[in-house]
C-alpha cells in the first residue's frame, strides 16, 4: 500500500470495464500476494522434497499461479502489465531476502550445535 501511495498511478480505463477501483494501480497487490504465497509454498516443497520431479512440479504450479493472478488483474483491467511485473518483481525480491534470511539461521544454528 505504501508504494501504491508513493507513485499514484492512474488505473487503465475503459469504456466499459469488468472492474472499476477507486485505488492506485501501481503495483499489484493481488499479484505481490499471490508471488509471496505460492513462491513460499514452493520454496517449503523444494527444501523439504528429495525428488526432483516433486519440486519441478512445485515450481511450475507456482509459475502458473502466479502467471494467471498476474493476467486475471490484467484482463479485468485493474491494471496495467507494468503494475503486475513490478510487483512480482517486488515479491520475488523480498521472497529472495526472507528464504536467505532462514538459510542462513539454520546454517548457523547447525554449526553451533556441531561445536
Known amino acids: 500500500m505504501l508504494l501504491k501511495h508513493v507513485y499514484q498511478r492512474a488505473r487503465p480505463v475503459f469504456d466499459e470495464p469488468f472492474l472499476t477501483l477507486a485505488t492506485y494501480s501501481f503495483p499489484s497487490g493481488h499479484t505481490a500476494a499471490a508471488t509471496l504465497f505460492y513462491g513460499l509454498l514452493a520454496s517449503y516443497v523444494v527444501t523439504t522434497n528429495p525428488s526432483w520431479r516433486m519440486r519441478m512440479a512445485a515450481v511450475a504450479g507456482a509459475v502458473c499461479m502466479v502467471l494467471l493472478v498476474a493476467l486475471s488483474r490484467v484482463y ?17 525480491a523480498w521472497l529472495a531476502i526472507c528464504i536467505t534470511s532462514v538459510s542462513t539461521l539454520r546454517r548457523r544454528r547447525a554449526a553451533r550445535k556441531e561445536q
Request: net charge negative; hydrophobic share 65%; no cysteine.
Open 76 to 92: 479485468l483491467g485493474a491494471h496495467f502489465v507494468s503494475d503486475v511485473l513490478a510487483a512480482m518483481a517486488e515479491s520475488l
